[in-house]
């Protein structure tokens, strides 16, 4: 399983029963346009503005998710099952309750974009008929552009639409580390000494190699870890640093003080230090990578595939409305990610409680230093399976 999706799969909203029941339609007319998204990633009052626009269909139906990964695996899974249509259908009916519809746009965590389009669940998006596109930075603009295996390319076509983000972070006990005179900017000082059983990291080898390679100045996406000299070594010493690998309940052990220092999605972290005055956190100096939720449409079968020509426009329209300046605020207001159209906004015409986003504001996070997670190739894969078991093996 994806370790992104974890990031998600464990995000719970408040009083889910009343608000599907609020936002959910029991109609299956083929003119509704039904929009899956995972719970709390869009304010539900983008949802109200949004309904107050469309006059096209007969109902925008909003279906939030709390553990989408059970969809998203079966969705995923189509393809490698070669599923007749009638297979698909008794599999949607399942997922979704209902006889007739599926979902027209999707929420997708940017790291399941290569893997839905090779097995060719998506339809590529219509920039043209976008009028916002341009008003995203071109790192989020050549996340999405793929060819037909999902590989990043500059001239393929465009799978998602971008529409928050956030990063890694470390998030330390201020109270513990002012006592050691200990102090934390970046990733090399979960090396400290100490430091040795007292932090947490996620159970990623992408993210924790990733994190070891940035401490050694390469790449996130370094293809060859044979060629990165001391990697091993300095993995294994972190490996002696960490109390707890996980990528769902790193922040726990943090909150009740057996740690004093955790690696997490920002996500994750900025909730956390809202109500723990003595949990801060750091962007570390030398980058980190990034992640980004999606708008995707996907693209199953026939009957799906006539729907989606009738709502083309509505679709569309809700893409577009993502990437309005007032959506983009209300996105970065209210949600713990942050809309990439505010990255070119200025400061002082940003709403006050964003002017201050450390996030935002980040120069770190802004410049080359910060990456997405690019897709591997299969002997790259490999070659960090077999890292991250030798290093587990050697406790």
Not at 31 to 59: C, H, M, W, Y
Not at 183 to 194: A, E, K
Not at 218 to 231: A, H, I, P
Not at 353 to 376: A, C, T, W
Request: hydrophobic share 40%; aromatic share 10%.
């Amino acid at each position: 399983m994806n370790y992104q999706l974890s990031r998600r799969s464990f995000i719970q909203l408040a009083s889910t029963t009343a608000l599907s029941q609020l936002l959910m339609s029991c109609s299956n007319s083929d003119d509704i346009l039904q929009i899956l998204f995972l719970a709390n990633s869009i304010p539900i009052q983008l949802i109200g503005d949004f309904r107050k626009t469309v006059e096209s269909v007969k109902k925008v139906d909003f279906q939030p998710q709390t553990q989408w990964s059970e969809i998203f695996d079966s969705l995923l899974s189509l393809s490698a099952k070669k599923a007749t249509n009638s297979e698909t259908k008794n599999l949607f009916d399942k997922i979704f309750n209902k006889s007739k519809n599926t979902p027209d746009v999707i929420s997708l965590g940017d790291s399941w974009l290569s893997l839905a389009i090779e097995q060719n669940l998506l339809k590529p998006l219509d920039i043209d008929s976008l009028a916002n596109w341009e008003k995203l930075p071109l790192p989020w603009q050549k996340l999405v552009r793929r060819d037909d295996r999902g590989n990043v390319t500059t001239d393929g076509q465009i799978y998602g639409a971008p529409y928050r983000w956030g990063s890694t972070v470390i998030a330390y006990r201020s109270d513990k580390l002012d006592k050691l005179d200990l102090t934390i900017s970046d990733w090399q000082d979960l090396w400290h000494p100490q430091l040795r059983d007292r932090i947490s990291v996620l159970d990623s080898p992408r993210e924790t190699i990733g994190l070891t390679l940035k401490k050694l100045g390469y790449s996130y996406n370094t293809d060859n870890l044979n060629s990165v000299g001391n990697l091993e070594r300095e993995l294994s010493d972190l490996h002696q640093q960490v109390k707890l690998y996980s990528s769902d309940h790193y922040l726990e052990p943090l909150i009740l003080g057996d740690t004093w220092a955790a690696v997490g999605w920002s996500t994750d972290v900025l909730p956390i230090v809202k109500r723990y005055p003595e949990i801060e956190f750091v962007i570390p100096t030398s980058g980190v990578s990034l992640w980004a939720d999606l708008w995707i449409v996907p693209f199953l079968n026939e009957a799906v595939a006539t729907k989606e020509r009738n709502l083309a426009s509505v679709i569309g329209q809700w893409i577009d409305f993502c990437w309005e300046t007032k959506s983009a605020k209300q996105i970065s207001l209210f949600t713990d990610g942050i809309s990439p159209i505010l990255l070119s906004i200025k400061r002082e015409e940003l709403p006050k409680d964003l002017q201050d986003n450390r996030l935002l504001n980040s120069e770190i996070i802004k410049s080359e230093k910060s990456e997405f997670l690019l897709p591997q190739t299969p002997e790259t894969q490999q070659q960090y399976r077999d890292l991250w078991l030798k290093i587990g093996q050697a406790s």
